[in-house]
């Protein structure tokens, strides 16, 4: 497969053909930066992992340029930094035994441009070769730019796709915003207790963001046990780990959909639900 970028990233971890390696594919994130995909997509690669019938593809789409650096990356300069980055998405994808990882090498502002054809089409490529069931996403109401570029980019190629192509269900994740403020009866409830010696290894490799202080690690752990914890009051607990995802499916279905409409229309749930509370017992 051809990008648009000549140093775009193609790993299988297990070697084999890599068209072969994508058309295996039916679970899919994309994500902006190195370890977004291990922090918002976890339950995705537990689905497939180990399995000759489900298979998870992880896309990078920017090239870590300008990732904070600290201990024994202080020297490093910004080319080295992303050699960096791009390795330990490897072994991220080595660890979760992914399908294939893509690293699609983009600047932050070819993805927040709406007018880069280059990133929509390298897209439009991918899923028309991986046909993902079930695609990952970052959520619309994520407070990092990028990352709701790379969404935007991501729904306007499913937007394009012939019927065939397109993903059963799209979920919006939690990265630079969880999603405990969605109504429960709104929140896709993505269940992640499974493997959690496979959950930490994967966000734990990217030595290169926790040694600089960020504990990555530590935080999309505590995020999933509080989200468990605190999903409902009177429940025991059934599992010890839950993400929350947005379903993003219905921009897909209906593809003339206002995105922005679409969003803040859950926001104005979570204002009724708040007001009309206090309403009853004030
Ligand atoms: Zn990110």
């Known amino acids: 497969m051809k990008f648009h970028n000549a140093h775009a990233d193609f790993f299988v971890p297990d070697n084999v053909d890599p068209d072969a390696a994508l058309a295996r594919t039916t679970h899919l994130c994309i994500a902006a930066h190195q370890d977004d995909i291990e922090i918002m997509a976890y339950h995705g690669i537990a689905e497939c992992f180990g399995r000759k019938d489900r298979w998870f593809t992880g896309v990078v ?119 405990d403020w969605l109504p429960d009866e709104h929140k896709q409830t993505l269940p992640v207790s499974a493997r959690s010696n496979i959950a930490a290894s994967l966000v734990g490799v990217f030595d290169s963001q926790v040694s600089g202080g960020k504990r990555y690690d530590l935080a999309t752990q505590g995020r999933r046990l509080a989200h468990a914890t605190y999903y409902a009051s009177h429940a025991t607990d059934v599992e010890t780990a839950l993400n929350y995802a947005m379903d993003l499916t219905p921009l897909i279905t209906d593809p003339k959909s206002s995105i922005a409409g679409y969003v803040t229309g859950f926001i104005d749930l979570l204002k009724k639900d708040v007001a009309g509370r206090i309403g009853t017992l004030g």
């Open 61 to 179: 789409v920017t090239n870590g340029a300008g990732s904070p650096r600290d201990g024994i990356y202080g020297q490093y300069n910004d080319e080295e930094m992303q050699k960096v980055r791009l390795r330990e998405q490897r072994k991220a994808a080595y660890v979760g035994e992914y399908a294939c990882q893509i690293q699609l090498g983009y600047s932050s502002s070819a993805v927040k441009d709406p007018n880069h054809a280059g990133v929509r089409d390298d897209l439009t490529a991918i899923f028309r070769a991986a046909k993902p069931q079930v695609v990952y996403l970052h959520n619309l109401a994520d407070k990092h730019d990028t990352h709701v570029g790379v969404t935007l980019r991501a729904i306007s190629a499913l937007r394009a796709l012939a019927g065939e192509f397109r993903p059963e269900k799209v979920f919006g994740c939690e990265v630079w915003r969880d999603l």
